[in-house]
């Protein structure tokens, strides 16, 4: 989006303005003005005229611009009704040399999980990658995932939600710990420096029980519809809040973690891990206790057992 249409959305989202108040505030012509009030529209922005001005009547359900123009964080939001998979796009992007963009989906038609598993993503859904090129070595990436489970973790909450986070990236809802969100992180790099990251977040919004798998929920099932817009810019503010405060990511984790202090397996490639979850560290690498030693975990699928 231009910069122009934001400021122009960000002012009408305030109040009623005149063509010659938007011209002079924008330090644009009143052709201008309109043609950028016609592209708005264009969008599916209500944008009523009368000799008052124009007024704001209504926002599109989703997109690009209705996220965009009142997110805090610097993000540019690249939407598309249907794609194979956010982070294949954010990959293209990348090599493109994009920085700090978001792309955001209403569907995925291939949508990835962890290990070549699949995820579900029908229409409805809020599925979306967030570009970045961190100055950061590789090692260091795991916690932006955990950030990015903090931030929906804490939008979930926000609206009545009861979520927690399943080490490493699962949000979960509930007793029966049904799965509302999961995170696939992807990057390139060389050993000591990382030259992107896509931090692909899916969150079940706008979705019925019955076109999601078995043993997941959606936001829709928990407290009906929501404003997805909304959803997603709260998730994108959070998260990005959290980026610029690294020192804060772990300790807000553990605060929803409903996996410490109970017993779980691990499941390595090769191996597996079973003892009592204690602790993560500052990596994201998760402690368990077994029965003979303390292990640093840094990745792996994890199994809450039932408490003995
Ligand atoms: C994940 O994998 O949880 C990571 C999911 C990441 C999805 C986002 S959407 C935006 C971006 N673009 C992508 O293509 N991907 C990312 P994992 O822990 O492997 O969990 C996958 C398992 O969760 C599957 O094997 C199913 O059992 C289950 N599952 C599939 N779709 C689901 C859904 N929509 N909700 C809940 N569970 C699901």
């Given at each position: 989006?231009?910069?122009?249409?934001?400021?122009?959305?960000?002012?009408?989202?305030?109040?009623?303005?005149?063509?010659?108040?938007?011209?002079?505030?924008?330090?644009?012509?009143?052709?201008?003005?309109?043609?950028?009030?016609?592209?708005?529209?264009?969008?599916?922005?209500?944008?009523?005229?009368?000799?008052?001005?124009?007024?704001?009547?209504?926002?599109?359900?989703?997109?690009?611009?209705?996220?965009?123009?009142?997110?805090?964080?610097?993000?540019?939001?690249?939407?598309?009704?249907?794609?194979?998979?956010?982070?294949?796009?954010?990959?293209?992007?990348?090599?493109e040399g994009k920085d700090q963009v978001v792309v955001?989906?209403?569907?995925?038609?291939?949508?990835?999980?962890?290990?070549?598993?699949?995820?579900?993503?029908?229409?409805?859904?809020?599925?979306?990658?967030?570009?970045?090129?961190?100055?950061?070595?590789?090692?260091?990436?795991?916690?932006?995932?955990?950030?990015?489970?903090?931030?929906?973790?804490?939008?979930?909450?926000?609206?009545?939600?009861?979520?927690?986070?399943?080490?490493?990236?699962?949000?979960?809802?509930?007793?029966?710990?049904?799965?509302?969100?999961?995170?696939?992180?992807?990057?390139?790099?060389?050993?000591?420096?990382?030259?992107?990251?896509?931090?692909?977040?899916?969150?079940?919004?706008?979705?019925?029980?019955?076109?999601?798998?078995?043993?997941?929920?959606?936001?829709?099932?928990?407290?009906?519809?929501?404003?997805?817009?909304?959803?997603?810019?709260?998730?994108?503010?959070?998260?990005?809040?959290?980026?610029?405060?690294?020192?804060?990511?772990?300790?807000?984790?553990?605060?929803?973690?409903?996996?410490?202090?109970?017993?779980?397996?691990?499941?390595?490639?090769?191996?597996?891990?079973?003892?009592?979850?204690?602790?993560?560290?500052?990596?994201?690498?998760?402690?368990?206790?077994?029965?003979?030693?303390?292990?640093?975990?840094?990745?792996?699928?994890?199994?809450?057992?039932?408490?003995?």
């Amino acid at each position: 989006m231009t910069d122009t249409r934001k400021e122009i959305l960000l002012a009408l989202a305030e109040d009623t303005q005149t063509g010659p108040a938007l011209a002079e505030q924008l330090d644009i012509s009143r052709a201008a003005v309109w043609k950028h009030i016609e592209a708005l529209r264009e969008q599916g922005f209500t944008i009523d005229s009368d000799p008052s001005g124009y007024t704001l009547a209504d926002t599109p359900e989703f997109g690009g611009l209705v996220v965009e123009y009142q997110l805090e964080a610097p993000f540019t939001v690249v939407y598309e009704n249907s794609v194979t998979s956010t982070n294949n796009r954010a990959r293209e992007l990348a090599a493109e040399g994009k920085d700090q963009v978001v792309v955001l989906a209403d569907e995925q038609t291939t949508g990835k999980g962890r290990l070549d598993r699949e995820w579900s993503s029908p229409s409805g859904g809020i599925w979306m990658s967030i570009l970045l090129r961190p100055d950061l070595p590789p090692t260091h990436t795991p916690r932006l995932t955990l950030a990015a489970a903090v931030a929906v973790t804490e939008a979930a909450r926000e609206h009545g939600v009861d979520a927690g986070i399943k080490w490493p990236n699962d949000v979960l809802v509930g007793d029966n710990e049904a799965k509302l969100s999961g995170i696939l992180t992807e990057m390139e790099g060389e050993a000591d420096r990382v030259s992107w990251v896509a931090i692909g977040i899916g969150i079940n919004a706008n979705i019925g029980a019955e076109d999601l798998p078995e043993g997941a929920t959606s936001l829709q099932e928990q407290i009906g519809t929501v404003d997805r817009a909304a959803f997603t810019r709260d998730v994108l503010d959070r998260f990005y809040e959290l980026y610029q405060h690294p020192d804060q990511i772990t300790a807000r984790w553990r605060e929803y973690a409903v996996t410490l202090d109970r017993p779980v397996r691990v499941q390595q490639p090769r191996t597996e891990i079973t003892g009592r979850a204690v602790d993560i560290e500052e990596s994201g690498a998760l402690l368990v206790e077994t029965e003979d030693e303390t292990v640093s975990v840094s990745s792996g699928d994890c199994e809450h057992l039932r408490q003995q």
